[in-house]
């Protein structure tokens, strides 16, 4: 129920007066919280007319959480972060059902939530925000509760106990496998891995076996961070529920197999895994891609180009034929760039068509086609059709060899805007990797705009973030400023806080090298020039390098000078 509408119920009611409600609003814009909240914690109402009123309206029963003791075991359920979220708590479990405190039974979300999360049906009961939040602070203890979650799915299993035996994988069997797969510590502990990955802002899970251990880990703005090391022999039903839920082969286990899960997480957000299946020494990998489409940062501003870049960024996409490339390795946000460049051009009047291997989010208004090797649909046929389809503007998820390049090259030729990516270091070198494809000198100048490299380096965490009074300009110096500006460089750290979990950095931010084809380089193409020669006759011009342009987010206080000789080389 929105504050608004409990605010005016209350007036009506004549529990409170307009003016009582007018404070209440205001002291609720300060303090972020809900309205429930700012009503008891200035004494206009106590908790017990509130609740009685809330149980009223909302039609559950009303809980005085004072009066109950709640189980250690419930409580484990659901995991603080949560609970925090939501402003509720498991308060007992009756047979298939948790009863929950509530501070909003109507919000669908959490409850969809929490029944994804526990596997039982959902009985909300109302009770106030502060009442709640007490009782949050009360029941959780601190460090203990993902490990104890964990624990609860897992019951009773004795993890030292477990030994690696010589030759189990032999004795395989798929109906042994599938019905282990449906066991329910089985599915709720893969349910809990997903459903951690989502609440942690993880991108990427790996889920790895060895000869005597089996890891999960999450990797988050980056970085892959220990989370669990669930039995060794779960290792078969877990990766066979996985296999399940993508709708893979699970009798299949020599031969990598790709597929998707799609779970619904209420109020209509749906959240898509990409899962690749890789056979190792002592079993299969699983690496499963995390997309959120409501994440999806479509907003050139917000990605890290900087004014100039951003402008040549933008004029390139925005004339009417040519090439702009867009470079760097797996997992530096080539696609990000692309769609929010596809999402600025996609307009009523254009044809957009794209070729992606795979189709990460789905864009309204723009054709997107999947590929698929197995039937001979690759980029080279895709781009093909896309030209009998009278395009304005196409992407090519990857130009990955000559066919490709050499329909690309044409295209670009013949009166179409062309996007696409490589694997490159740099700007520069993606010239030299075109021609080694086999592309002539003469066609790379007369199609390629612009191309862009980029890195992803993560961001200081705005909570926490404070002055690094221990970094010395002489590492500055070293990474590539000039003495003058290491002096004025106040440069930042990460102290750790709950928002961050204590890492010092949330969120991440593009680091881009943006590189015009502008006259003079042209020239150097056709002469042969190497590929140091174009990126000095390219800084000449006024180009940011990786490594400056990561000297510049130092400057802006975005992120570490760690972060940027992590994800960028020296120049």
Do not use: W
């Amino acid at each position: 129920m929105a504050n608004d509408r409990i605010g005016e119920l209350l007036v009506r009611e004549n529990l409170i007066s307009t003016a009582q409600l007018r404070e209440a609003q205001t002291d609720q814009r300060s303090t972020g919280k809900r309205l429930a909240y700012s009503l008891t914690r200035l004494g206009i109402l106590q908790e017990t007319e509130l609740t009685d009123f809330l149980s009223k309206q909302y039609g559950v029963p009303a809980i005085t959480l004072d009066d109950f003791e709640i189980d250690p075991e419930v409580i484990e359920l659901v995991p603080r972060e949560v609970a925090s979220k939501h402003v509720l708590i498991p308060v007992q479990r009756a047979g298939n059902s948790l009863i929950t405190a509530m501070a909003d039974p109507a919000n669908i979300y959490a409850i969809d939530d929490v029944k994804f999360m526990t596997g039982l049906h959902i009985e909300p009961v109302v009770s106030t925000d502060a009442a709640i939040e007490a009782a949050i602070e009360r029941y959780y203890a601190a460090p203990e509760k993902e490990v104890a979650s964990y624990q609860e799915v897992l019951g009773d299993m004795e993890l030292d106990e477990i030994e690696f035996e010589e030759g189990e994988e032999d004795d395989f069997s798929v109906l042994d496998s599938q019905s282990e797969a449906e066991q329910a510590p089985v599915v709720k502990l893969c349910n809990l891995i997903l459903v951690n990955a989502i609440n942690k802002g993880a991108s990427d899970i790996h889920i790895e076996p060895y000869e005597k251990d089996y890891r999960v880990r999450y990797r988050i703005d980056g970085v892959l961070h220990h989370e669990m090391n669930p039995p060794l022999k779960l290792k078969n039903a877990i990766t066979s529920r996985f296999k399940i839920m993508s709708n893979l082969d699970i009798s299949e286990r020599r031969l990598p197999q790709d597929g998707r899960i799609k779970i619904k997480m209420g109020r209509g957000r749906e959240m898509d895994f990409r899962v690749s299946c890789l056979p190792c020494l002592y079993g299969e990998k699983l690496v499963l891609r995390l997309l959120d489409k409501e994440n999806l940062q479509l907003d050139m501003t917000k990605l890290g180009f900087e004014p100039g870049p951003l402008a040549d960024f933008k004029n390139a996409i925005h004339r009417p034929f040519g090439m702009c490339l867009v470079t760097g390795p797996t997992g530096s946000g080539k696609t990000t760039t692309l769609y929010s460049a596809l999402s600025d051009l996609n307009q009523i009047d254009v044809n957009i068509s794209t070729a992606e291997d795979p189709v990460e989010f789905n864009l309204m208004g723009i054709n997107q086609v999947q590929m698929h090797e197995d039937i001979g649909l690759n980029f080279a046929a895709a781009l093909r059709s896309f030209l009998r389809q009278d395009p304005d503007i196409i992407m090519v998820g990857e130009i990955r060899d000559f066919e490709t390049a050499e329909i690309s090259v044409k295209a670009a030729l013949t009166g179409h805007m062309v996007l696409s990516t490589l694997h490159t270091n740099d700007a520069p070198s993606t010239v030299n990797r075109l021609l080694n494809m086999g592309v002539e000198p003469f066609l790379v100048t007369a199609s390629v705009n612009l191309i862009v490299a980029q890195r992803l380096a993560r961001r200081l965490c705005k909570d926490c973030k404070i002055p690094d009074k221990e970094q010395s300009v002489e590492a500055l110096v070293e990474a590539g400023m000039s003495q003058a500006e290491a002096k004025k460089c106040q440069t930042m750290k990460g102290k750790g806080c709950k928002t961050c979990s204590g890492s010092g950095y949330k969120g991440r931010v593009a680091l881009y090298e943006v590189m015009m084809l502008k006259d003079a380089l042209k020239d150097l193409i056709l002469q042969g020039a190497s590929t140091s020669e174009l990126k000095q006759e390219a800084i000449r011009m006024g180009m940011n390098t990786l490594r400056r342009s990561g000297l510049n987010k130092i400057k802006d206080g975005m992120t570490t000078l760690e972060e940027v000789l992590r994800v960028t080389a020296a120049d």
